[in-house]
């Protein structure tokens, strides 16, 4: 048990170490003093209003994460994340602009629509992969192409309120008001408010954790994922939790965009936040699949962004050295991982041997 | 006066907790066809794989054409003319044979293949030796004869004058094989030394000029095949003396658990494997189903657990209609599985030990409370129960999987399917892969469940233990039950004829 | 056997190759069906002149490229879902060469940018055996970083911190001879034959020395892989790598090969993207090119060819959107759906097999 804590930990410190030592050897080659530049994002990222608005960017940080998790338990590869929680947003915020029921019913539909629909496009490819054969990495990106490219730019031309005009401000109605999330508490005068998604993502985190760990489903996802043949042989009919794992992984994505949508921007339009899918796929990687992991790498990843800002504002060195620091962490902690799970196992081999030796001595 | 091909003193090689080969000693004439026979894990690939330097020889020597040898890769084999054609084919699907024979020693000018010279060399070497193929095709499109061919080619490519076939007519159909001989008979007659694997007597007979009978790892006798009946043969494999069944109390009752009528499947092939089986097992009877690896036994097994759909035919299980059960069904009904293949079918290494437990029972109490809800800390009881009862060595139960001895994780998931409530064992090779201390146990274990009232259907390639706890004994051959037998009365003659199939129940008494 | 000898020996056969010849049948329908239904509508449009068709042939080799990548990844048993970000790097490192020395130079880096994310890739999954698929989507994260390098070259030589200046544009010219007979066929106005003439001529008009260059590695990656000993150990790595060990062939070299070409080719896509097709990097400017890349090397079922006409698919839906951009998502969006069918049918076929069975085979030598 100690072991497993041991090596566990080790790989995502490996890497956080291999990423401040690599971006402080660029930042000294390229003039700039890492200490100083280190503690001004540590300074800045420590404020108050600098900590609301690194929760605000990791809830979906971490719902994407989740998303991501659920399918990585199984061995599968939802690279399609992306695809979904963008598709869901729009097809939600029209279902939102369109109705307006009292708010709790309003808040549900709306969810409920985007898990909806972020789970049957995730499904399709689950569908796809137990039919077919076909690669859920392939059809996936496959998907996300045709979600963000065609299926969503068709839609926003077709539902936009200026009638498919090509400007930025292309966008859809408005959701109704009993639809919208409030914000928490401000700070900054009101400028940064704290999002009350953060529940709904807390709930999203917990679930999954149980679900995971502590159900019979669970764990025939997570035998699945260990060995599909043995799987079988227990009773788990595989093609049926495949489809499963990725509608469950679809239905989160379908959330990932809401926070944004129903406590910010409160309609969908042209500049809607992308790119989150991918995030997922970082963060995922980097919290090991478990729930507390997910959440602090949500919130590294988050802070990393938000805290960046810093850097370009006082000059010291350009934000995107947060870039590169990102980039090293995950190549660093998915190699660190990939031996620390060879040590770990040799040594467990190790310990379970003296314990025999000892047992029968 | 003849030279000595291939020569092997006292070899020798162990893998944990098993001698796979116990100083075995093989003399290989210069120019015949040498038949190597022996049971399932009598030793026989173990021994081509050394002379082949895919594993060293931890005692021993080996001489080719008298000069004695170290090999540490096939590499270091081929360059001494030694060839090999594994039982499970070595060609890429998606290159053509030409490039599959060719491949690491392809004729080149400055990198660039010499694809008229390859075509014409091996075109030769084909029409030599009557080994017809289509150089251009797919290796994907070929029937399994046809890939055989490929990989002699292939040996003969790199100038091997001794080959080894490791099973080679195990994959074919007869006429296959009637090809195959005659493209051995060529190759000797072109003065190529040629050594086999095999076990169906009939066959050995056939083609061999000498045969070498192998035995838990022995060396048993080198014989002519004009000297030796099939039976003769059978004998020889099987061991002279087969083990006392011991005096074991009778606990059969009448009640019938498993019974099955005219069972069928069908394999990917379409062809049939498991053919028209029927028997039936009774509470506290060991049912033990004796034939050579690949009669059906394992698909049978599948079939009644229901990984495999049955074709035709019925199976009842505590009087219910089974037949179209799933998995999941057959568990909860109270189905134990002890599987052949136990990292595959039966584990999940990375997974800590009670998960492990948990595997095969996860909708069943005590690991779930209401209806789905895991509860760990009954499991780990029930796994510390298991570890304590079956004598799994290990720290704890949190530990995973792949830290424990083969003989540990075997004990383990035999403690795990016989502690559920179940009726029905179907155990695949229980003691496979294990060392004897572990065997004992699981021996134990299986004789005390059978008292208490189980009904088990084993499987097993080893002898000793289907004749030292089956009360009775089924043989099956080509996916058919060819005999049902009395493991108190029956002869090694007579098991190893039925076996490998030199007589069925009828032309016998 | 000696009648067909010269027809196969061991060259490509369009003939036996089934799944390439349905390519190009559905590469062909696709384009005749948006052509004739825009012809329809409209009799004077341009959308079979070799002007049209020379920009939708320059737009399909980054897609191309990515594509030839993929292929000479995945034939060497290494997917491959780094090529985006390999690609990414190009589209920088390009631009960067060229400002510092010329186009050609800008090429060069992009390769050399793009073969260093494939040797990071290759360090990962060949020699650490990380998930490939992990590995290629933080290899994507870390393409991230070239905003740092942005940062530190572009402002200081005219541009911003997301994009370069404007590059010097590398001289397009008329292949002779070819290009003026395409040219005049295609001023006579015979039907279909002009039009005809018009998309071939796309190959020759208005083209430039990269483009060609880049356009010749087709047959010279189908030669390489399928006509010397290197291509044919570096596929037995990837088919079968227990089987090419036991020949003794050194399976990790020729992974690593595999992965690094893959790279160098993702990268020069890159380049030609920036320093070629648009004259300008700009951060985000390959929109996931590399991820379609590999969608056209499973449509061209890893093959040159087929994956070439594969680009050529998305090269021209890409023409036709710079052309008319309220037109095309529809198109895009049919042409995506036609491709994922063809995909569906190929995996039917071929089950597959390479990406599944072999792609995440781990090594297991003795």
Request: net charge negative.
């Amino acid at each position: 048990m100690i072991t497993r804590i041991k090596y566990t930990l080790a790989a995502p410190a490996i890497a956080l170490l291999a990423a401040v030592i690599f971006s402080s050897v660029v930042l000294l080659a390229t003039g700039v003093s890492p200490i100083e530049a280190f503690s001004n994002m540590a300074e800045y990222g420590s404020r108050g209003v600098t900590l609301v608005a690194v929760l605000n960017r990791s809830i979906p940080f971490f719902i994407s994460g989740i998303a991501v998790a659920i399918g990585f338990k199984m061995n599968l590869f939802n690279i399609g994340v992306e695809g979904q929680y963008i598709l869901a947003a729009i097809v939600a915020a029209k279902v939102g602009s369109s109705v307006d029921l009292p708010a709790p019913l309003q808040i549900t539909l709306i969810l409920v629509t985007a898990m909806t629909v972020g789970a049957l496009w995730s499904g399709l490819a689950g569908v796809m992969k137990t039919s077919r054969g076909v690669h859920e990495v392939i059809s996936t990106i496959m998907l996300n192409a045709i979600a963000v490219a065609g299926v969503t730019a068709f839609l926003l031309r077709r539902w936009s309120v200026d009638g498919g005009s090509q400007s930025l401000e292309t966008k859809l109605p408005e959701i109704s008001e009993s639809g919208w999330f409030p914000v928490l508490f401000t700070v900054d005068n009101g400028r940064v408010g704290l999002s009350s998604f953060i529940f709904v993502a807390i709930v999203v985190g917990v679930v999954f954790h149980f679900f995971v760990e502590r159900t019979r489903w669970g764990y025939d996802l997570r035998a699945t994922g260990i060995s599909a043949t043995s799987a079988e042989s227990s009773g788990v009919n595989p093609k049926r939790t495949v489809i499963l794992a990725m509608v469950l992984s679809g239905a989160i994505a379908g959330l990932v965009g809401m926070s944004e949508l129903l406590t910010f921007e409160h309609n969908y339009n042209l500049r809607f936040v992308q790119g989150i899918g991918f995030t997922g796929i970082a963060v995922a990687l980097l919290g090991r699949n478990n729930l507390a992991g997910i959440a602090v790498s949500a919130f590294v990843f988050a802070w990393l962004d938000v805290a960046s800002g810093v850097l370009e504002v006082r000059g010291d060195a350009p934000r995107a050295v947060v870039g590169l620091m990102t980039g090293v962490v995950i190549l660093a902690a998915v190699i660190a991982y990939a031996v620390m799970e060879r040590k770990r196992a040799e040594e467990e081999l190790r310990t379970a041997s003296e314990a025999i030796e000892e047992v029968s001595t | 006066m003849s030279t000595l091909a291939v020569e092997l003193e006292g070899i020798t090689k162990r893998f944990p907790g098993v001698i796979a080969n116990d100083k075995v000693g093989l003399r290989v004439e210069d120019g015949e066809i040498h038949a190597i026979c022996g049971e399932n894990g009598a030793g026989k690939s173990t021994l081509m794989k050394i002379l082949y330097g895919m594993q060293p020889a931890d005692e021993g020597v080996m001489k080719v054409r008298g000069e004695e040898i170290v090999l540490r890769s096939p590499t270091e084999a081929i360059a001494l003319g030694i060839g090999m054609v594994h039982q499970h084919f070595m060609l890429a699907d998606n290159l053509t044979v030409l490039e599959n024979i060719i491949l690491g020693a392809e004729p080149a000018r400055s990198g660039v293949i010499d694809f008229k010279k390859a075509h014409e060399d091996i075109t030769r070497l084909a029409s030599d030796y009557g080994l017809n193929v289509e150089l251009d095709d797919l290796v994907e499109t070929l029937e399994v004869g046809e890939r055989q061919r490929v990989e002699i080619i292939k040996v003969l490519y790199r100038g091997a004058k001794i080959l080894i076939l490791d099973e080679p007519t195990a994959v074919l159909v007869p006429h296959e094989v009637e090809a195959l001989f005659q493209n051995m008979r060529e190759l000797k007659a072109q003065g190529h030394t040629i050594m086999f694997i095999d076990h169906k007597l009939s066959e050995v007979l056939e083609i061999s000029d000498s045969i070498t009978v192998i035995r838990r790892g022995k060396t048993v006798a080198t014989v002519k095949p004009e000297d030796v009946t099939a039976r003769d043969l059978a004998e020889l494999m099987v061991g002279s003396e087969l083990p006392d069944p011991g005096t074991q109390l009778a606990t059969v009752t009448d009640k019938v658990v498993l019974d099955l009528t005219g069972v069928t499947t069908v394999g990917p092939d379409g062809r049939d494997i498991v053919k028209n089986v029927s028997f039936s097992i009774h509470a506290g009877e060991i049912v033990g189903v004796a034939g050579v690896e690949g009669n059906g036994q394992g698909e049978l097994v599948e079939a009644v657990l229901g990984i495999n759909p049955i074709e035709k035919g019925k199976v009842l299980f505590n009087g219910e209609d089974a037949t179209d059960w799933k998995v999941r069904r057959s568990r909860e009904a109270g189905m134990g599985y002890i599987p052949e293949d136990r990292q595959r079918r039966g584990l999940l290494l990375s997974a800590p030990l009670w998960e492990n437990d948990m595997l095969g029972h996860q909708t069943l109490a005590p690991f779930i409370e209401r209806g789905f809800w895991i509860d760990p800390d009954a499991a780990r009881r029930h796994t510390e129960e298991v570890i304590d009862k079956f004598d799994v060595r290990t720290p704890n139960a949190l530990v995973s999987a792949h830290a424990l001895s083969g003989g540990n994780q075997q004990k383990l998931i035999v403690g795990s399917q016989m502690s559920g409530d179940i009726s029905l064992l179907l155990a695949a090779h229980p003691t496979a892969g294990i060392d004897v201390g572990a065997q004992a146990a699981v021996w134990e274990d299986l004789r005390t469940a059978r008292a208490a009232g189980l009904a088990v259907m084993l499987i097993s390639a080893d002898l000793d233990e289907l004749i030292g706890l089956s009360d009775r004994l089924l043989v099956m051959f080509h996916g058919e039950i060819v005999a049902e037998l009395d493991p108190a009365k029956v002869t090694p003659r007579e098991l190893g004829s039925y076996m490998t199939g030199a007589s069925a129940q009828g032309d016998h008494s | 056997m000696t009648s067909t000898e010269a027809e196969t020996q061991g060259r490509f056969n369009l003939k036996k190759s089934r799944s390439v010849r349905f390519t190009l049948i559905g590469v062909a329908g696709v384009f005749l069906l948006a052509i004739t239904q825009e012809l329809a509508k409209n009799p004077t449009s341009d959308i079979t002149s070799s002007g049209t068709w020379s920009i939708a042939v320059a737009w399909s080799i980054p897609i191309l490229m990515a594509g030839l990548g993929g292929i000479f990844s995945e034939r060497a048993g290494v997917v491959n879902i780094g090529l985006e970000g390999m690609m990414i790097v190009g589209t920088w490192a390009g631009a960067v060469g060229t400002i510092l020395v010329d186009p050609w130079f800008g090429l060069v880096l992009a390769a050399a940018a793009g073969a260093l994310g494939g040797l990071i890739m290759a360090v990962a999954t060949v020699s650490f055996q990380v998930d490939h698929i992990i590995a290629g989507v933080a290899i994507n994260v870390l393409a991230v970083a070239t905003r740092y390098g942005s940062d530190l070259f572009f402002p200081s030589h005219g541009g911003s911190i997301t994009q370069s200046p404007t590059l010097t544009a590398p001289a397009s010219f008329d292949v002779p001879l070819l290009g003026t007979m395409f040219r005049s066929i295609e001023d006579k106005e015979w039907l279909f034959f002009s039009d005809l003439a018009g998309i071939l001529g796309g190959f020759v008009i208005h083209t430039t020395w990269f483009t060609l260059f880049l356009i010749a590695l087709v047959p010279f990656s189908t030669w390489l892989l399928w006509k010397t000993a290197f291509g044919l150990r570096l596929r037995s790595a990837g088919e079968h790598p227990v089987a090419a060990d036991s020949l003794g062939v050194n399976v990790y070299k020729y992974k690593y090969y595999g992965v690094v070409i893959s790279g160098a080719l993702a990268g020069v896509g890159g380049g030609f993207l920036s320093v070629v097709l648009t004259g300008i990097y700009k951060e985000g400017q390959t929109v996931g090119k590399g991820f379609i890349g590999l969608a056209t090397m499973l449509f061209g079922n890893y093959h040159p060819v087929g994956t070439a006409g594969g680009a050529l698919l998305f090269g021209f839906a890409e023409t036709l959107r710079l052309r008319d951009p309220a037109a095309p998502h529809g198109l895009i969006l049919g042409i995506a759906i036609v491709l994922g069918l063809a995909l569906l049918y190929y995996i039917i076929k071929r089950n597959w097999k390479r990406v599944t069975v072999v792609g995440r085979t781990r090594l297991r030598l003795r």
